[in-house]
């Protein structure tokens, strides 16, 4: 054993080695200063819109067709292949936005899709286009999630149109800024509990027993829900509570062989933000992350489609993945 004089001295050695090696990241950092991205980042298949974007504001629900500035969702350059074959699929809030870009992406991997939308009907008929375009089959339901007997009632739709449900997919979404806790009412916070949270529970509770073992549901979690936001208080808590909600979803139906995960995403361009913020913030909307833009609605689904895929993730369950473009927070 060393004797107590070398610990002191070995230590005092290692406190000169941190100073050394402090000197030595200090010397560097001023010749090599960090660097900040100044203009947004592009690596996809083609060029996305970054700030400043149109100074717009909507009414809720918020209509995409009304949008100056269209999200991107048809994903010109992404290549089925019969990854969801003949599966029969719902996708709630798939009349716009994340929605409709997974409806697409699910339609061009072979599925039929059923879209769940609130009463933004133009919108849903441009999607169950778009997916007839795909070459598969659509049906559009407006209803409010919120409301358990709609969701059973829209399930059951489903069945005796289609026999079953294979995935489904909770995107619907209630979202609104409030810059004051005090200001928050209970009414504001209950609409967006029982459509964020409430309507996730009720279309899994009814969709599982159509469910046969290799069946998938994916959840639209958020950013805010893994980092909190001062500003969405309500909006993150359901987000958060969703997260929870795929991990505990997805061990309780693991002997069922139904598979539950869930996509986080940060900023991402859909009505779901001009109908929130006003014109002026809109515009520089997703300016504030690493990437200096918002994410594109065809860049977060093939998300989905990878949780929803038997053949890409039947290992996985229970998880929330994030795709976040790099935020950190703040």
Same mark, same amino acid.
């Given at each position: ?12 050695? %290692?406190?000169?080695?941190?100073k050394?090696?402090q ?11 960090a660097?900040?991205?100044k203009k947004? %980042? ?12 149109s ?5 809720? *629900? ?9 999200p991107m ?21 798939? /009349? ?14 072979g599925a /039929?899709?059923?879209?769940? $939308? ?11 286009a %778009?997916?007839e ?13 919120a ?9 059951? @739709?489903?069945?005796?149109e289609?026999?079953?449900? /294979? ?20 009414d ?7 459509t964020?949270?409430?309507? $996730?529970?009720? %279309?899994?509770?009814?969709c ?7 069946s998938?549901?994916?959840?639209t979690g ?8 001062? /500003?969405?208080?309500d ?7 969703? @997260?929870? =909600? ?8 693991? *002997? ?5 995960n869930a996509?986080a *995403?940060? +900023? ?16 520089e ?18 998300? =989905?489609?990878f949780?929803?895929? +038997? ?7 229970g ?7 790099? $935020?950190?927070?703040?």
């Amino acid at each position: 054993m060393k004797h107590k004089k070398q610990y002191i001295q070995d230590a005092e050695e %290692m406190a000169a080695r941190h100073k050394a090696i402090q000197k030595q990241v200090a010397a560097t950092d001023k010749k090599h200063p960090a660097k900040e991205a100044k203009k947004a %980042m592009q690596a996809g298949a083609r060029k996305y819109p970054e700030p400043p974007l149109s100074k717009q504001h909507l009414e809720k *629900p918020g209509i995409e067709a009304e949008m100056d500035r269209k999200p991107m969702y048809d994903a010109p350059y992404y290549k089925g292949s019969d990854k969801l074959k003949d599966k029969i699929a719902i996708v709630t809030g798939g /009349d716009s936005g994340i929605g409709r870009a997974v409806a697409v992406l699910f339609a061009r991997e072979g599925a /039929d899709v059923v879209v769940i $939308y609130l009463n933004e009907h133009v919108d849903a008929d441009e999607t169950k286009a %778009m997916v007839e375009k795909e070459g598969r089959r659509c049906i559009t339901i407006s209803g409010n999630v919120a409301d358990r007997n709609f969701c059973f009632d829209a399930v059951q @739709h489903v069945v005796a149109e289609f026999g079953r449900v /294979d995935v489904l997919v909770n995107n619907s979404a209630f979202q609104l800024h409030v810059s004051n806790f005090e200001d928050l009412t209970e009414d504001h916070l209950d609409c967006t509990l029982k459509t964020n949270l409430y309507g $996730y529970f009720h %279309m899994a509770q009814a969709c599982v027993p159509h469910m046969k073992p290799g069946s998938a549901i994916v959840n639209t979690g958020s950013v805010t829900g893994l980092l909190g936001n001062k /500003d969405l208080l309500d909006y993150s808590t359901t987000k958060g509570g969703i @997260h929870a =909600f795929t991990r505990s979803l997805g061990t309780h139906l693991i *002997p069922k062989g139904i598979r539950v995960n869930a996509v986080a *995403p940060g +900023p991402v361009w859909t009505p779901l933000n001009p109908s929130d913020r006003d014109a002026d913030d809109i515009a520089e909307f997703g300016g504030h992350t690493p990437m200096k833009r918002p994410a594109q609605p065809e860049e977060i689904a093939p998300a =989905f489609v990878f949780m929803a895929s +038997p053949q890409c993730s039947s290992f996985i369950t229970g998880e929330v993945l994030p795709i976040i473009g790099g $935020y950190e927070g703040g």
